[in-house]
């Protein structure tokens, strides 16, 4: 049975996991990086100087937890972009090293291809499904046709969703990662009708054609409504603010991804199976992900996501992601470099 090791630092999380073809996972070790907390967003610099302090004692670790050795790995995936680029250098260094030394086939993987694929390392979700990718850097509608062949339907013209969490956390004092903590608050609002009438924001994009997102209008009007308040800001307002801007969020999502279902079941009239699969960090989201579920319902297509615990980053998407292509064949040189910028329609596929 074949087996991967799959390696991530492209932002602010050192993770190491290893995976079999029969969708075992044996390990899966993430360190979140503490050292960003104090600046309240991810510092290059700091983030790839820890990745190099700790990278090395965890690919230790992981191979004694899953009580192997380097020699029967059957090769070394690794994130080589998009992402901040010293982290990615430090992974893909490590791996073409590893793979140097045992002599094991390298795979560099596209990090968003790592979220797209996620759900069939936990489900048989066949090609093509829907996908929403909504991270901290991306925001996009796409249809995975097969490994490495993605259709863009859409994207942000401006902001990530998950940079609006994150920008609306800190303007509420929150802290960081802001999705998280922008979710938790909006469970503490009591009144929603109160939330809404005391706090109304937009949702750019609604009613118009096509599949692509803007939030950085919201980002503004949140900011223009903390802006009015008082710097101690009452908790029952943040509260409120933060039940206001989730509920626009996910106003914005369905609406767009709505558009793009339809497009979908245009293109795709022989799928069976047709189905909407979100991914990456916001996908932890649930009041998101509960919206997204009714309206597939609505449509009448089924909606996957994965476990909370594999939408963050994490290496078991990239291991899997490195199996889906090492079980096609497709492997990668030891020349290839790492890539901060990387759009996942620019991949060459299979499927
Ligand atoms: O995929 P990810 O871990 O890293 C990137 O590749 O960007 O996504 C991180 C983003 C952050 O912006 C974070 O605030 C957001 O995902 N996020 C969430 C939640 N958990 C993480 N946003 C909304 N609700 C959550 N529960
Ligand atoms: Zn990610």
């Known amino acids: 049975m074949k087996k991967i090791m799959g390696i991530e630092t ?15 996972l044996l390990v899966n070790l993430i360190l979140s990086q503490q050292e960003h907390i104090a600046f309240g967003g991810v510092v290059p610099e700091v983030a790839a100087r820890a990745h190099l302090n700790h990278i090395d004692v965890m690919i230790v670790e992981a191979l004694k937890k899953a009580r192997l050795i380097f020699s029967e790995l059957d090769a070394i995936a690794v994130t080589a972009g998009p992402g901040l680029i010293g982290g990615v250098l430090v992974g ?49 509608l796409l249809i995975a046709e097969g490994v490495g062949k993605y259709k863009r339907l859409g994207t942000t013209l401006d902001d990530a969703v998950g940079e609006a ?34 706090f109304p924001l937009p949702s750019p994009m609604v009613g118009r054609e096509g599949c692509d997102f803007s939030f950085s209008g919201l980002k503004t009007s949140v900011k223009r409504i903390v802006d009015k ?42 799928q069976k199976s047709p189905s909407l699969v979100v991914a990456g960090g916001v996908a932890a989201n649930k009041m998101l992900r509960n919206s997204l579920e009714s309206l597939s319902a609505e449509y009448n297509i089924s909606f996957i996501a994965p476990p909370l615990s594999l939408c963050t980053d994490n290496a078991a998407m990239i291991a899997w992601a490195g199996m889906e292509r090492f079980l096609l064949g497709m492997t990668d040189p030891p020349s290839f470099p790492a890539t901060p910028r990387w759009p996942l329609e620019s991949l060459v596929g299979q499927g």
């Open 229 to 270: 308040l008082p710097e101690k800001i009452d908790p029952r307002d943040a509260a409120d603010i933060c039940y206001s801007f989730q509920n626009s969020v996910a106003k914005i999502l369905n609406d767009r991804t709505g558009n793009a279902i339809r497009q979908y079941l245009s293109l795709h009239p022989e």
């Open 10 to 24: 492209s932002c602010d999380e050192t993770a190491v996991a290893i995976v079999t073809e029969e969708k075992e």
């Open 92 to 140: 893909v260094m490590t791996a073409k090293a590893i793979a140097a030394v045992h002599d094991l086939p390298l795979i560099a993987v596209n990090h968003l291809e790592g979220h797209a694929l996620t759900v069939r390392l936990t489900e048989d979700v066949p090609f093509p499904y829907l996908l929403l990718l909504v991270s901290g850097g991306h925001c996009q």
């Open 165 to 198: 969490f994150d920008k609306t956390a800190r303007l509420l004092g929150l802290g960081y990662p802001g999705g998280p903590a922008v979710e938790m608050m909006a469970k503490n609002c009591d009144d929603s009708d109160r939330a809404l009438k005391k």
